[in-house]
C-alpha cells in the first residue's frame, strides 16, 4: 500500500506543476506588441492578476544636459569587471552624427557598451580602418553590449548617429 501512494503524490505534483507552467506561459504570451507611426514598440496586454505590464519610465524619452546627463550616462552604463578604456556620452540632434577615435587599445577582448535615451533610435557605428564590428540601431531606453575582439593594438572609430533629439552614452572596456 505505501509503494502505490508514493507515485500517486508524485504524479499530483507533476500534474499540478505542469498546470503551474501553463499559466505562467499563457499569461507571456498575452503580451502583444504594436508600433505607433513613430515606430517605438507599446506593449498591450489582457489585464490579469498574473499580467502586469508596467508603462516605461516617461522620463527616459526627454534628453538632458550637463550633470543630468552624467548621472544618466553612469546609471546607464553598468560597471564591467575590466578595465575601462574609453568611454563617452552626449547630445545629438536631429540628423546631426558624431564620430570619435578610441584611444590605442591593446589587442585582446573588448565589450563595447552602448545606451540612448530619447523618443526614437540611434545607430552605432564601431569600425577598425574599413571594416565594420558593430551596426546597430538601438531603441531608445535601452542599453546592448558588444564583444570585439582586436588581434592587435589598434583605434576604433565609434560614429553615432540620429534622426531625432537623443543622448547617448557608450564605453569600450577589455574583458
Not at 505534483?13 to 505562467?24: F, H, N
Not at 533610435?121 to 574599413?130: D, N, P, S, T
Not at 531603441?139 to 593594438?153: E, F, I, P, T
Request: net charge neutral; proline share 3%; hydrophobic share 40%.
Amino acid at each position: 500500500m505505501g509503494s502505490r501512494a508514493a507515485p500517486s503524490v508524485t504524479v499530483q505534483r507533476l500534474a499540478r506543476a505542469a498546470v503551474g507552467l501553463l499559466v505562467l506561459c499563457g499569461s507571456v504570451s498575452a503580451c502583444e506588441y504594436t508600433y505607433e507611426d513613430g515606430g517605438k514598440a507599446e506593449a498591450s496586454a489582457s489585464s490579469t492578476a498574473a499580467n502586469v505590464v508596467l508603462p516605461p519610465d516617461p522620463a527616459l524619452d526627454k534628453t538632458v544636459t550637463g550633470k543630468a546627463l552624467d548621472e544618466w550616462a553612469t546609471a546607464a552604463l553598468p560597471q564591467s569587471q575590466g578595465q575601462s578604456f574609453y568611454s563617452s556620452s552626449g547630445f545629438l540632434g536631429a540628423g546631426e552624427s558624431r564620430t570619435e577615435q578610441t584611444v590605442q587599445l591593446p589587442g585582446g577582448t573588448y565589450a563595447v557598451t552602448l545606451a540612448c535615451r530619447g523618443t526614437r533610435r540611434v545607430a552605432f557605428a564601431v569600425k577598425l580602418g574599413e571594416a565594420e564590428l558593430v551596426d546597430l540601431t538601438l531603441g531608445c531606453a535601452n542599453a546592448r553590449v558588444s564583444v570585439v575582439q582586436l588581434d592587435k593594438d589598434a583605434v576604433l572609430s565609434i560614429t553615432v548617429g540620429t534622426g531625432a533629439d537623443a543622448n547617448f552614452a557608450y564605453r569600450v572596456s577589455r574583458l
